[in-house]
């Protein structure tokens, strides 16, 4: 009987190493996830800043917000990751602040 019990223990530790290795790479697998994710939400966030800022520095020196994207890339050197992030531009009026709106492309 105690051979048994021996052997159940033995089967039990000798389990316990791999499923604790897969619990740590599933753990590890998760966090380098999240960091993905935080990534692409900061870039995202940087992009939509940087697009604001060149429409602040267009109004500042000529009087009126940019007419399109176009204008802001060739003017005041906005370079955008065109496969990663949709912007919709949206001007009302050349006073007024366009409404600007990034995305991510779903891959």
């Known amino acids: 009987m105690k051979k048994r019990e021996n052997a159940g223990i033995g089967l039990l530790k000798g389990l316990s190493l791999p499923v604790i290795a897969l619990v740590i790479l599933l753990g590890f697998a998760m966090a380098v996830n999240g960091l ?3 990534s692409k939400a900061e870039s995202k966030h940087q992009l939509e800043q940087a697009i604001r ?5 267009c109004y500042a020196a ?7 994207l176009d ?3 060739e003017h005041y ?8 992030y949709v912007v919709y531009y949206d001007i009302f009026a ?8 990034v995305l991510e492309v779903k891959k």
Request: proline share 9%; charged share 30%.
């Open 62 to 68: 000529e009087g009126v917000y940019p007419p399109n």
């Open 53 to 57: 800022r060149g429409c602040v520095a």
């Open 94 to 101: 050349e006073n007024l602040m366009p409404d600007i709106t």
């Open 36 to 38: 993905d994710q935080d």
């Open 77 to 84: 050197g906005l370079q955008m990751d065109e496969e990663n």
């Open 71 to 73: 204008y802001l890339k």
